[in-house]
């Protein structure tokens, strides 16, 4: 009897859960701007949230009632509607959102939560810039970003490779203490370390150039307590930059500019498009060419050209000596102004950027990123002028007026983001991703000489292969978060997320030819290798790997739109340093719609520069 009364209660609950769930309504929409679809678009109705799929549809299965509609957007503005929902009745809605002005952006960078929150309301303040806002005028995005962005600078560099990859500091620090994200991913940083007096001395930042302009929808920039949630190299903060997603519409940029010395031309043309992949998910293209000329800002040369003045020579013989350089400057055509340009140098870039998403079933899509960035930098002239009076470092025969090295600089950057995301059933949002950068710099120089191939005559090498650095990096990345919320009295949202990282490090150097350093006359006092930049020797050559690994945990709570506090880890150990602990809590507190209180305190700590460690070895 007992038994029998069990499984009557048992089937009873099973059938009254069946009717009731026959009993449920429907609701279906579509988020798009105009045409354009908008997937991952948040939508709340009641206490439930989904995220509108990559054809930015959404589908909700609840009990007949009367219901508010909330969908929010990156980049949009909220809209809301009333719907009442009846018993097996379907309710489909079309949702066409406005863009937002930009205190009304939706936040993704400092908060893991699932409720997107404006400027105004997020624990610390987020930079959010649109692409519409970057300035038409600059064809660098470095250029761009110092024009609209506070405390963050890149002046133009003139000497060194600084020159062609222009470092950029954000509050004043060291360029490889910014964190920079693509989509979200880490960015990897150049190869080569900022040397020669440039901005950023002894670091190696992010190349920002190597990414199109074209192809951005915007970029966030949070400062506080960054290296808590996304990394050590965070302590000035980081840059996500988000591409874009549209489909169906072509943009073309032209930009031509010069100074109005007559010099410094460039020209920056850009093609972006995208495309629908089976109506479901997206292709969006981007194609960049930018070009530069030189310019020239030198004085005029004083000294001597063909010959040397004697140490502690009368007036009257240094005056004979500086007529009869005089008179043989003039005769053979030697310019005392042109002879060492000064200034800007000229490059020449072109690349290309893919953005791509595609939905695997209702709960899942895959997402990838790929860009390759080719960069070929030149002057006409670089470095210090060797005059034919320096016998130790010029072969006459080759030179008889002395001569100024011609360095050419190709850099190479590739990049590939390549990963999953999706909502388990009991609503635990996960990612997993995988990304590879390398920055490779090839050194070549023309124009110069190796003195100690002096026996050669007009015969010796003036071209000269002076190595290659690269760097490559492998960042591989899982996130899990979930809004817990629904479990607890009066409170908004309660998110817990967590996840980790392991990052491969290479760095390496090849050396150059055997002209490039060596010394084939160590007795002739004359100076051996290619003159201006002497190549990379065998015990310069470097191939050196570290491993990185990364966990972080990250509480957010909010209760009644007015109090909400973030509380964040991360600790990371490399294997070539040791390991840390970073921590951050930020707090907010809203008293109006037009009053609110917020800050943080929060430690971090800037890891080891992997090619600077190899390189003093």
Avoid at 534 to 559: C, F, Q, T, W
């Amino acid at each position: 009897m007992y038994l029998l009364k069990n499984c009557l209660l048992i089937l009873s609950t099973i059938l009254f859960s069946v009717l009731s769930h026959a009993q449920n309504g429907t609701i279906k929409g579509k988020v798009i701007n105009n045409e354009e679809v908008l997937p991952s678009a948040t939508v709340l109705v009641g206490k439930r949230f989904i995220s509108s799929n990559d054809s930015g549809e959404f589908l909700l299965s609840l009990p007949p009632g009367n219901y508010k509609v909330t969908v929010t957007h990156s980049g949009y503005k909220k809209h809301e509607q009333e719907i009442r929902l009846k018993a097996n009745e379907t309710v489909t809605l079309q949702i066409n959102m406005t863009k937002g002005d930009e205190m009304s952006s939706i936040m993704v960078l400092g908060s893991r939560s699932s409720v997107q929150r404006s400027i105004l309301n997020t624990p610390v303040p987020v930079d959010v810039i649109s692409a519409r806002n970057l300035p038409k005028h600059a064809i660098d995005l470095n250029q761009m970003l110092a024009v609209v962005v506070p405390s963050f600078n890149s002046p133009p560099q003139t000497t060194g490779l600084a020159a062609h990859i222009n470092p950029a500091t954000l509050r004043g620090l060291a360029p490889d203490q910014t964190l920079v994200l693509l989509e979200g991913r880490r960015r990897h940083n150049v190869a080569s370390i900022n040397l020669q007096n440039t901005l950023g001395y002894g670091t190696a930042g992010v190349d920002l150039n190597a990414i199109p302009a074209a192809a951005i929808d915007t970029i966030e920039i949070l400062r506080d307590g960054a290296a808590a949630q996304y990394g050590s190299d965070a302590i000035a903060g980081v840059i996500n930059i988000g591409l874009k997603k549209t489909t169906g519409k072509t943009t073309i940029n032209l930009t031509l500019g010069q100074f109005h010395k007559g010099d410094g031309e460039s020209v920056a043309f850009n093609v972006n498009r995208g495309f629908r992949l089976n109506k479901k998910g997206f292709l969006n293209l981007t194609a960049d060419f930018r070009y530069r000329n030189t310019t020239q800002r030198n004085g005029e040369y004083r000294g001597t050209v063909y010959y040397n003045l004697p140490p502690g020579a009368s007036k009257q013989v240094q005056d004979s000596i500086i007529a009869l350089d005089n008179k043989k400057i003039a005769e053979r055509g030697f310019s005392r102004r042109n002879h060492s340009p000064i200034g800007l140098p000229q490059f020449k870039a072109g690349g290309v950027l893919m953005n791509g998403g595609y939905p695997l079933g209702k709960n899942a899509s895959l997402f990838w990123t790929g860009a390759i960035n080719y960069r070929q930098g030149s002057r006409g002239g670089a470095g210090t002028y060797r005059y034919l009076k320096d016998s130790t470092r010029v072969i006459t025969a080759l030179f008889p007026d002395g001569f100024l090295g011609h360095p050419l600089i190709t850099l190479i950057d590739v990049s590939g983001i390549i990963g999953m995301k999706g909502i388990t059933r009991n609503n635990w949002r996960w990612d997993l991703s995988s990304t590879y950068g390398s920055n490779a710099n090839r050194f070549d120089i023309s124009n110069v000489n190796n003195a100690t191939q002096f026996a050669l005559g007009k015969n010796a090498q003036t071209e000269f292969y002076c190595g290659t650095i690269l760097f490559r990096q492998n960042t591989n990345n899982i996130n899990f978060a979930r809004d817990f919320a629904r479990k607890l009295m009066g409170i908004s949202s309660f998110t817990v997320a967590f996840g980790g990282e392991i990052r491969i490090d290479n760095y390496q150097i090849k050396e150059g030819e055997e002209a490039s350093y060596l010394n084939y006359a160590p007795g002739s006092r004359r100076i051996g290798g290619a003159q201006v930049v002497p190549g990379y020797r065998p015990e310069d050559a470097v191939y050196k790997n570290r491993h990185i690994s990364a966990g972080y945990a990250e509480l957010e709570m909010e209760k009644n739109e007015k109090l909400l506090w973030n509380l964040a880890g991360r600790y990371e150990h490399y294997s070539d340093f040791g390991g840390n602990l970073a921590g951050k809590f930020a707090l907010r507190y809203k008293f109006s719609d037009r009053f609110l209180l917020r800050g943080s305190i929060s430690n971090g700590f800037r890891g080891p520069l992997f090619s600077n460690a190899i390189l003093v070895q």
